[in-house]
Each structure stands twice: as structure tokens, then as C-alpha cells.
């Protein structure tokens, strides 16, 4: 009964004989990843995740731990002794005087002068459009846990030297299938 069973399925769904040059392909990578787990393969495999873990860091960490400026600006009620006249403030200084006593936060300080201007002037007092501001800047940095600042130190240093040994370790990995593959002791399924 089993053998009539094996026979139609057989019959309904036949299978080729010699398979195509695809299969064949299919057939090489199959056996590549099939092979017993060699310490070159283990170590492969470790170093790809450490390089993809030590990528993200090198990404994460400059993106989430940034310095940040803040810009306030609080009127004055009175003539202070030292001011300078600020014609046409950039949009900053102007969001930070329209809403005086709230910091306006930005990642660099290039999109606006006043901090070039308070140097030179020696003084934070502004007066414009006929009233007088005190304007100020803050910078915030945020720095990442110690831990998080050892892995960023390690991997920058680290992740060109694992990208090397990844290189040759994968090199030694192909002329070694390639090796078995050409004197024919690679593990070919039966067909």
C-alpha cells in the first residue's frame, strides 16, 4: 500500500532527474551553510555581529548625545548701561525676544550671530525695535553613561580592525570549500 501511495505522488508531482544549473547553485550554497559549525564559521558569524552591534553604536550615540544651545531673551524694563543695537535680528534671537523668558533650542549655533556679537560686545543687552532685551545663550551637553562612552571609545578603533579580520576570515572560509569542492570531498546530497 505504501509503495502505490509513493508511487502516485511520484507520478502527480514528478521530480528531474539531473537538476538545472540553478538547483546546482542552490544545491552549493545549501551544503556551504549545511557543513558541521567550524570555529571559522563561529568566528565569522561572532565578528559579523559584533561589527553590525559596534555600527549601530557608532550611529546611536553621536545621533542621541549631542551638544544643544539655547537662546533666551528677557526685556529689560530699563536702559541698561552697556547695550548694542541690533537693527535685523536672525530668526532665532526674533523667536527668542517674541517669547521672552522661554529658551529657543537648536542643535548649532550657525544659523544665528549673537554669540559672535555678545563677544565683541562684551555684553548680552540688546536694544531693538525701540526696546531693550537682555539676550543669553545656554549650552546643554548630554553625554552617554560611561559604559555606553567605553563602547563608542572601543568600537571606533575596533570596528576597522574586525572589518579586516572579517575579510580574511571569510577569505580563508571560501578557499577552503572551494579546496573541498575541487578535490571533490565536499558533501554533495544524493540526487
Not at 528531474?16 to 565569522?44: D, G, R
Request: proline letters at 7%.
Amino acid at each position: 500500500m505504501k509503495t502505490n501511495l509513493k508511487k502516485r505522488l511520484l507520478e502527480w508531482c514528478p521530480q528531474p532527474k539531473t537538476p538545472t544549473s540553478k538547483l546546482k547553485n542552490q544545491t552549493v550554497i545549501h551544503n556551504f551553510f549545511n557543513q558541521k559549525m567550524t570555529i571559522t564559521k563561529i568566528a565569522f558569524i561572532t565578528l559579523a555581529a559584533i561589527i553590525v552591534l559596534f555600527a549601530f553604536i557608532q550611529i546611536y550615540v553621536p545621533a542621541r548625545y549631542h551638544p544643544t544651545y539655547g537662546i533666551w531673551a528677557e526685556r529689560l524694563a530699563e536702559e541698561p548701561a552697556t547695550y548694542f543695537i541690533l537693527d535685523s535680528p536672525d530668526p532665532l534671537v526674533s523667536q527668542a525676544i517674541s517669547n521672552p523668558g522661554t529658551s529657543v533650542f537648536t542643535d548649532s549655533l550657525e544659523g544665528t550671530q549673537i554669540d559672535d556679537l555678545i563677544r565683541q560686545h562684551d555684553t548680552g543687552n540688546i536694544k531693538t525695535n525701540g526696546s531693550f532685551y537682555q539676550i543669553g545663550i545656554l549650552c546643554g551637553d548630554s553625554f552617554p553613561p560611561l559604559a555606553l562612552s567605553w563602547l563608542y571609545l572601543i568600537s571606533i578603533f575596533a570596528l576597522p580592525i574586525l572589518a579586516i579580520a572579517i575579510a580574511i576570515i571569510s577569505a580563508l572560509m571560501i578557499a577552503r570549500f572551494l579546496l573541498k569542492k575541487k578535490t571533490g570531498k565536499a558533501d554533495m546530497p544524493a540526487g
